[in-house]
């Protein structure tokens, strides 16, 4: 049962010898088999870019609700999941939660093979602004191709963390599903609603995710007694979380922790989640050869379609959608 979030400093995984590699491997091994959370230190991300992407997410948000409500996420041409999510829209609190968000992935054409021949849905182009200059570069040429590198790194911890080569996971992680969001949190009321947070409490639906928070306090960790566990800011870390998908692969050993978000510093709370998963036509099921199987192999794709279909507002007014 755990009472705080461990820190691990990746610098000597980033530059060390194999002997460093395995040391700091075991060291998340560890976190994710009895936390399912832990802060990475050292990544090798510069906290002048992560500022940058913080002062775009404020330009971005500080917008008119009409200029926003132009790259809606319900009306994305596209429907792959991208581009604006207004405050209420996505339900992992009964009544909705208290966020705005702004989520894209990885630029793809409208007409790549995969989406078109085979169907892969979320897969395609971004939605984005045609009005603020820079924004795409930063958060997009610059942050998401970083956090992706990193993304790599990470798999590469855990297939060692495993027993497995470091490079296991990276057949199926070639055109890899990854999301990042930028997230504004409003401050919460005094008296709190539970079925209105900042964001319900959850369990995240792919790999393992990599979180930047602003400066303000809010997410929460539910440990096995029930209790909420603060995991407060720390700087130039990320918190690392494992996801469903990576539970399911791991056949248990891996925890995707439940969490949520009520931001109480009473000012604006910002944050930037990576959501870090496979390719599309991935399955995922059991690693372990030696275990019953407490999972059914899932395609990648399908899986998180079905995920973002229940958390959804928009996906939820219209159940003849292609999504
Ligand atoms: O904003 C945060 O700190 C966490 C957000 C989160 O849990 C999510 O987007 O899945
Ligand atoms: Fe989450």
């Given at each position: 049962m755990f009472t705080h979030i461990p820190l691990i400093d990746f610098g000597p995984f980033l530059n060390g010898t194999d002997e460093d590699r395995q040391k700091v491997s075991s060291e998340i091994g560890d976190a994710c088999r009895n936390v399912g959370f832990f802060y990475l230190l050292n990544?090798?991300?510069?906290s002048s870019l992560i500022e940058r992407v913080y002062e775009q997410a404020e330009r971005f948000f500080s917008q008119s609700i009409e200029e926003k409500m132009k790259l809606y996420i319900g009306s994305c041409p596209y429907g792959n999941n991208r581009g604006y999510t207004p405050m209420l829209e996505q339900k992992l609190s009964l009544k909705g939660d208290l966020k705005e968000g702004f989520d894209f992935a990885m630029e793809l054409p409208a007409d790549d093979k995969d989406r078109i021949e085979r169907g892969a849905s979320l897969y395609g182009p971004n939605l984005w602004p045609d009005n603020l200059e820079g924004f795409r570069e930063c958060i997009y040429d610059e942050c998401y191709l970083s956090m992706v590198s990193l993304g790599h790194r990470v798999l590469e911890a855990f297939a060692l963390s495993l027993n497995l080569p470091p490079n296991y996971f990276k057949s199926m992680c070639q055109k890899p599903m990854v999301t990042m969001r930028l997230l504004y949190y409003p401050p919460q009321p005094i008296i709190i609603d539970e079925d209105q947070l900042g964001c319900g409490a959850h369990t995240d639906y792919e790999c393992f995710t990599l979180l930047s928070q602003s400066n303000q306090s809010g997410l929460q960790v539910r440990n096995n007694k029930g209790e909420w566990i603060n995991a407060k800011p720390i700087p130039n870390t990320f918190v690392v979380n494992i996801g469903d998908l990576m539970q399911r692969w791991t056949n248990d050993q891996f925890k995707s922790t439940i969490h949520r978000v009520i931001n109480t510093s009473g000012t604006s709370r910002y944050s930037i989640p990576v959501f870090f998963g496979p390719d599309y036509f991935a399955e995922v099921k059991c690693l372990m050869t030696d275990q019953i199987a407490k999972y059914e192999p899932v395609i990648v794709g399908e899986y998180l379609t079905q995920r973002f279909y229940d958390t959804y507002h928009y996906r939820q007014k219209d159940s003849t959608s292609s999504m």
């Open positions: 990544h090798g991300v510069s």
